[in-house]
């Protein structure tokens, strides 16, 4: 990852869209059609703040480099680079995330100051600011952990599974075995979209057991989890599933 500059907003450290996209190796126009389509999942001031009219036009004023015409500018804070890692749901997305939270989001001139010269008031002041950044980056956390925990458990889409079991069992009597079609569904999945549903089902399964998640949880989340957090996926998988189930699959 490329030194990234450093961008300032609200007292607090933020990336363009472009920023973003180079460090997790995807594009400006993918990160944009993930927040397009999961818009309901961002709160503006919180994963991100968007910049038009007088508000542009004075960060333009002490950001020189962001001169020209564009008339709108989308600031991604670290609340919003996790949510756009978990729209990505790629290997590369989520160690780039862990990377900018550790050497960039993450302020650090404080804890590298030598404090001994200092007097005992500005040490105290120090201690107290480091304490708060550490209950701050806490509370993050748990947000974090809380998310993933009610967006993969307690939000399924479950009129979309249940559509998705019809058209497999309408699949299975025409063409005989459950289990075969579900396999051979996933099968044309992977092949269309290019993707390794095992390798991103034990990523899943790290992600949650690393934030806790019990271990029944864990065991219960499938192949179909993985499939419906990507939107992309889901798409595609639908339309296999039809095409299954009606039997004009080529």
Not at 133 to 145: D, H, L, N, T
């Amino acid at each position: 990852m490329n030194q990234l500059q450093v961008i300032n907003h609200n007292s607090q450290r933020v990336l363009t869209t472009a920023q973003l996209a180079e460090s997790f190796e995807s594009t400006p126009d993918k990160v944009s059609y993930n927040f397009n389509y999961n818009s309901e999942r961002y709160t503006e001031g919180k994963h991100y703040f968007l910049l038009i009219d007088e508000d542009l036009k004075a960060f333009k004023r002490t950001n020189r480099e962001f001169q020209g015409s564009i008339n709108r500018l989308y600031l991604w804070t670290e609340k919003g680079a996790w949510l756009h890692a978990k729209s990505l749901n790629t290997d590369r997305a989520w160690e780039a995330y862990e990377t900018l939270v550790d050497d960039y989001y993450r302020i650090k001139d404080l804890q590298a100051l030598d404090t001994s010269a200092l007097s005992p008031q500005l040490q105290l002041l120090i201690n107290m600011e480091q304490g708060l950044k550490q209950i701050e980056q806490r509370q993050i956390e748990q947000e974090q952990q809380l998310t993933t925990i009610k967006e993969t458990f307690l939000q399924r889409d479950e009129n979309w599974r249940s559509k998705i079991k019809g058209l497999l069992n309408g699949a299975a009597n025409r063409m005989g075995g459950h289990q075969e079609v579900r396999r051979e569904s996933y099968r044309l999945l992977e092949e269309r979209a290019k993707c390794n549903l095992g390798i991103r089902l034990a990523n899943m399964h790290e992600r949650l057991m690393e934030q806790g998640v019990t271990k029944t949880k864990i065991k219960d989340t499938n192949r179909l989890d993985v499939i419906e957090s990507e939107p992309r996926l889901k798409e595609i998988y639908t339309t296999i599933v039809k095409e299954l189930a009606i039997g004009t699959l080529i």
